[in-house]
């Protein structure tokens, strides 16, 4: 065919459909319009007619004209036709069997690069593969052309993109509900070593994942005031705000993985409700006249705004309602219409609230059945109550929300109303319950006045929400026994675990289709979506020949590796190293400075001629890491490793045998790349901090093994693949808890420990700083006198440790074995095992 024919479109293969959330709001009479979209077929010919015909009436080209932008876009619509009905059908379903939904409420979706997972979840790979090639085009690049939606910031994202991956993949009906940030995560990049944060336009060049719906936009309001009126002898609350905004949703889909199955996701966008003054235009003020758009659309300008500022704390705030406010609205008088009888409200929904970002949905959903619904306040606590659980993410008192009355009452006055009736009602039980205990009373309050007014978000979470949940076993015990205790000895049911999970489609099947294709080779497929199978690996462990064939799954995804890197960041992966990979967000409890000391230490030994370079292992040590821009410390420390890197990678003292690589703007297309190639996977935060992570599980189940403490989800891995495939070190949580008890002196680990101190003092020297001594001063000060996360504590632990390493990885048969059985015993790690547990202890919804 050639590559200048323009296809026509033929007219029963361009319907004018809508897509609705779970289903239509109103179900089309007419026949043909009940009639499913027709598929293309699935064949190479097919697919290269709807993509020649995509090019042309898409883009306007012919493929001999076209940019490789051009034809990305063309062959995502071209997948996205496959899909098509798939949604239509899944809505449709839906709608029609009125059965509970999930309504997953989260300010973050790290949901990584669309096109490949759609191709996967289509089993379109290899069609469009040779489709492609037939045009004269490469998959690859194409693939390679598409930019990663910057969503999220980290963990809780990724984590919110694998369990709607799970839900679609188990038939349950869910619509994800989040923001459309215009920008989202920073981009970074390093300038003399420092980080520096630049916006990120995922959005540039078109995105062809999503449909947006103005006609389905939302009001939102904020500001003013409240007041009072007759009802026929009711005396009722309206809320008479200042100002207003709007929200459009934009719909993506999220295919369920070989099921036909596709759910929704709908990110709202923030827009004027009278964007353009033509009047102002027209006199020459033309700031003025579009200075209503430029307010609303900051709303969902960036994620995360800077919140050092009291302007960037309320449009914090002015986010977590827009979206919130929207996805409810949306819900009620959309999915279910206007002739919904909402005391059935739980039957047909359950909002998780993912962390507290979400939480002040809780009284929006007050205010409408209270405020707009008139019900009356006790029949609409009941079913709120019920519409509510909550996912606890954190132990750090810092990360739980607190929002001043003030803010909240100048932003929202009526739903600060609605939470101190909640907090009165709640603090008569908690009375009732615990008479004469005012200090319990005061503790519990979800309105505090220490040191100023304010509102604990994670406190009217766990009031409201039918189970609350912490997503480790350790993270839950400390919820329960910690952060939240007293609401434990008052609601012990409402509490429980539900360890996180990773998808296998994206984070082995994706990320490292060698590893998926020597599994696939000797279990069959049917693994995909029942992880627990792995464990039929175990006994491959004593088998040299799948050793030796597991080791080539490794030495091609370190190849790959390498030629990202070399590619992206101009790094080069040595052959022969140990691969040791510490990627997650920068922040002091994750520890990335105790990693950094150990290279320090073995680089200060070689200097000091206590090791020749010839001892060392041969290991490249990779960090992946952002810090928030507002967050100093964590910003030195990133400056702080790439100082040490330039030095010790270019000393000939080294030999080439320790290497440091710190690619810029780690994200989840880069971690797609750097987990299969993992020997040592670091997950080494201070005990009793981190509340689960899921990097640890990626590595884990791509054949790296652990070091690290008995910390978060740590602890279900380590009991999983035993301790003689895990490298545990440091203090446990109670011990840390004693040693902070009595008096934590960190300096006495610096004086007493020849090894540790001479790591510092080599940092101390200026020898990473071009002879500056005060260049680092401030961290290891922090270090030296304050070491709020014992990094000095579990210096010499963490260093054994690195020994046991050591050890192990020179025995390279003992190495397989250990690295095959992480993979073997760690299917318990998939999130649709996370999903099942949701459904079954929180959520009481089925597949249908």
């Known amino acids: 065919m050639?590559?200048?024919?323009?296809?026509?479109?033929?007219?029963?293969?361009?319907?004018?459909?809508e897509i609705d959330h779970i289903g239509p709001s109103s179900p089309p009479?007419?026949?043909?319009?009940?009639?499913?979209?027709?598929?293309?077929?699935?064949s190479v010919d097919a697919f290269v007619k709807v993509f020649l015909q995509e090019l042309n009436t898409g883009q306007g080209v012919t493929l001999s004209r076209s940019t490789v932008n051009d034809q990305y876009l063309a062959l995502a619509r071209t997948v996205r036709q496959y899909l098509m009905t798939r949604w239509l059908e899944t809505s449709r379903h839906y709608a029609e069997s009125g059965s509970k939904?999930?309504?997953?409420?989260?300010?973050?979706?790290?949901?990584?690069?669309?096109?490949?997972?759609?191709?996967?979840a289509t089993d379109l790979g290899e069609v469009a593969e040779e489709a492609m090639r037939g045009c004269g085009l490469d998959l690859a690049r194409l693939r390679a052309q598409e930019v990663e939606p910057g969503l999220g910031n980290g963990g809780l994202g990724r984590l919110a993109a694998c369990f709607v991956d799970s839900l679609a993949t188990m038939g349950i009906p869910c619509i994800g509900y989040g923001i459309r940030y215009e920008y989202g995560i920073f981009k970074q990049s390093f300038v003399d070593g420092r980080q520096v944060e630049q916006p990120d336009p995922w959005l540039a060049l078109g995105n062809p994942w999503e449909f947006p719906h103005p006609e389905a936009s939302v009001q939102v309001n904020f500001g003013g005031h409240t007041e009072t009126y007759d009802d026929g002898g009711v005396q009722r609350t309206r809320w008479v705000p200042d100002w207003n905004v709007v929200g459009v949703p934009y719909n993506y889909m999220v295919p369920g993985y070989h099921n036909g199955k596709v759910n929704t996701l709908r990110l709202w966008s923030a827009k004027a409700t009278n964007a353009f003054d033509l009047a102002l235009f027209n006199s020459g003020d033309y700031p003025e006249a579009v200075r209503a758009q430029t307010f609303a659309e900051n709303i969902t300008k960036v994620l995360y705004p800077e919140d050092s500022t009291p302007q960037g704390r309320e449009l914090r705030l002015q986010q977590q309602y827009f979206f919130v406010a929207c996805s409810i609205r949306d819900f009620i008088e959309r999915v279910l219409g206007p002739d919904f009888d909402l005391h059935q409200l739980p039957e047909r929904i359950i909002f998780q609230l993912n962390d507290t970002h979400p939480v002040i949905a809780v009284p929006e959903l007050m205010r409408i059945l209270v405020d707009e619904r008139h019900f009356e306040w006790d029949e609409a606590w009941q079913i709120t109550k019920q519409c509510f659980a909550y996912t606890c993410h954190t132990l750090l008192p810092e990360a739980l929300e607190v929002w001043p009355t003030e803010l909240l009452?100048?932003?929202?006055?009526r739903h600060l109303e609605i939470i101190r009736r909640i907090n009165a009602d709640f603090l008569d039980e908690v009375r009732a319950s615990f008479p004469g205990d005012e200090q319990r009373v005061r503790n519990m309050s979800i309105i505090s006045d220490d040191p100023n007014s304010s509102v604990r978000m994670?406190?009217?979470?766990?009031?409201?929400?039918?189970?609350?949940?912490?997503?480790?076993?350790?993270?839950?015990?400390l919820l329960a026994d910690k952060v939240l205790h007293d609401f434990d000895e008052l609601w012990p049911e409402k509490f429980t675990n539900v360890t996180n999970g990773i998808t296998p489609r994206r984070f082995i099947c994706l990320a490292n289709p060698w590893l998926s294709e020597l599994i696939s080779d000797t279990l069959g497929v049917g693994w995909v979506t029942d992880l627990e199978r792995l464990a039929e690996l175990e006994p491959y462990a004593q088998d040299p020949d799948f050793r030796r064939a597991f080791r080539e799954v490794k030495q091609k995804a370190k190849v790959h590796a390498s030629d990202i890197l070399r590619a992206r960041d101009g790094i080069e992966l040595p052959p022969g190293h140990l691969v040791d990979i510490m990627i997650k967000r920068l922040h002091e409890y994750k520890r990335q400075t105790l990693k950094l000391l150990h290279v320090v230490s073995l680089y200060e030994q070689v200097l000091s001629g206590e090791i020749t370079a010839s001892q060392l292992q041969p290991r490249t040590v990779i960090f992946g890491a952002k810090a928030a821009p507002g967050y100093w410390m964590a910003k030195e420390i990133i400056h702080l490793i790439n100082a040490v890197g330039s030095v010790i990678n270019t000393d000939p003292r080294l030999e080439g045998r320790l290497k440091i690589a710190f690619p810029a703007n780690y994200n989840v297309t880069l971690a797609e790349r750097l987990i299969p190639a993992a020997d040592l996977s670091e997950q080494i935060s201070l005990a009793g901090l981190e509340a689960s992570g899921t990097g640890n599980m990626k590595l884990a189940l791509n054949g790296a093994l652990t070091i690290g403490t008995d910390d978060g989800a740590n602890v279900e891995i380590r009991r999983l693949v035993g301790d003689e495939n895990f490298f545990l070190f440091g203090l446990s949580e109670p011990e840390v808890a004693a040693l902070r008890d009595s008096g934590?002196?960190?300096?006495?680990?610096?004086?007493?420990?020849?090894?540790?101190?001479?790591a510092l003092d080599l940092i101390s020297s200026g020898i990473f700083s071009n002879g500056n001594r005060e260049?680092?001063?401030?961290?290891?000060?922090s270090l030296l006198n304050e070491d709020r996360f014992m990094v000095l504590a579990d210096f010499q632990s963490y260093m054994e440790a690195q020994l046991r390493v050591r050890e192990a990885f020179a025995d390279e048969e003992e190495w397989t074995k250990k690295a095959i059985l992480n993979v073997a015993r760690c299917g318990f790690f998939s999130s649709d095992r996370a999903m099942g547990d949701y459904l079954r202890e929180i959520w009481h919804a089925s597949a249908i």
């Open 29 to 42: 009479t007419h026949a043909l319009a009940k009639a499913p979209v027709a598929t293309p077929q699935h």
């Open 101 to 120: 939904a999930i309504g997953y409420l989260s300010a973050e979706y790290l949901l990584g690069r669309q096109l490949g997972n759609a191709l996967l």
């Open 775 to 781: 260049a680092f001063a401030p961290i290891v000060s």
């Open 2 to 17: 050639s590559a200048d024919v323009v296809l026509p479109v033929p007219a029963d293969e361009s319907p004018d459909t």
């Open 744 to 758: 934590y002196r960190p300096r006495q680990y610096y004086e007493s420990n020849p090894q540790l101190r001479a």
């Open 458 to 477: 994670a406190f009217l979470a766990t009031v409201a929400g039918t189970k609350v949940n912490g997503v480790a076993e350790l993270h839950s015990q």
């Open 409 to 413: 009452g100048r932003l929202l006055p």
